[in-house]
């Protein structure tokens, strides 16, 4: 009987530490998409005076080396907005970044 109980318990633990995992791993996916619709949009805004071709390609190029895809790049005057997508085996997380020259408050 205490087999079987040391047996359910253990399999308690092993299920929660699979949730906490996963639960991890969707957090890292966040964190990841973040960073790269980040770093692209400011990689991006850097190249907003060349025109919305050369900002999103350069964006796109920054997110695909930080494991993301685009799914949709903005240039408004000299503010880029960057979304992005990160899959995982986690599952998919997404996340949006704005970038731009900066401006002083009236």
Known sequence: MS???ALG???VF???GTVVAAD???LIAREQAQ???DLGA???AAYAIDGVAAACGRAAVIAAANAATVAA???DGLDLTLSVQVVTAAGAAEAT???GPIRESP
Do not use: F, H, M
């Open 9 to 11: 318990v253990g399999l």
């Open 97 to 99: 970044a704005v970038a």
């Open 3 to 5: 087999s079987l109980y």
């Open 35 to 37: 960073t790269a619709a």
């Open 24 to 26: 991890g791993a969707q």
């Open 73 to 75: 790049c903005r240039l």
């Open 14 to 16: 092993v299920a929660a």
């Open 42 to 44: 400011l990689a991006g």
